[in-house]
């Protein structure tokens, strides 16, 4: 059975920053793809970044340069670090796993077959 559990959210002021953790137990990140996403209050869930089985990155364009996804292989687990946080980004974030190693469409919620229960993140102005 796939189980993915987050934690690492909370509150943070504008400008501050967050590390979410992934801790995934039956699959292997190493030959899977993962991913991050989140949803604010009445939108619809949507993609923050991607990591392929080989490590290679994706990221919505509204957190380039201020979120990196990164693993710990020998953790099974996948880590979203947020910097430079603004009050747009305050959402129940939820990690997830894909059944390939890659995928072109890592941006579709459609991807991915397992996820987690969430966590939120909260950032205050």
């Known amino acids: 059975q796939v189980q993915l559990v987050e934690s690492g959210g909370g509150l943070v002021q504008t400008g501050g920053s967050l590390r979410l953790s992934c801790a995934v137990s039956?699959?292997?990140?190493?030959?899977?793809?993962m991913g991050w996403f989140r949803q604010a209050p009445g939108k619809d869930r949507e993609f923050v970044a991607a990591?392929?089985?080989?490590?290679?990155?994706n990221y919505a364009d509204s957190v380039k340069g201020r979120f990196t996804i990164s693993r710990d292989k020998a953790k099974n687990t996948v880590y979203l670090q947020m910097n430079s946080l603004k009050p747009e980004d305050t959402a129940v974030y939820y990690c997830?796993?894909?059944?390939?190693?890659?995928?072109?469409?890592?941006?579709?919620?459609?991807?991915?077959?397992?996820w987690g229960q969430g966590t939120q993140v909260t950032v205050s102005s």
């Open positions: 997830a796993t894909n059944p390939s190693r890659y995928s072109g469409s890592y941006y579709l919620t459609s991807e991915y077959d397992y």
């Open positions: 990591i392929s089985w080989s490590g290679n990155t």
């Open positions: 039956g699959r292997t990140i190493s030959t899977n793809a």
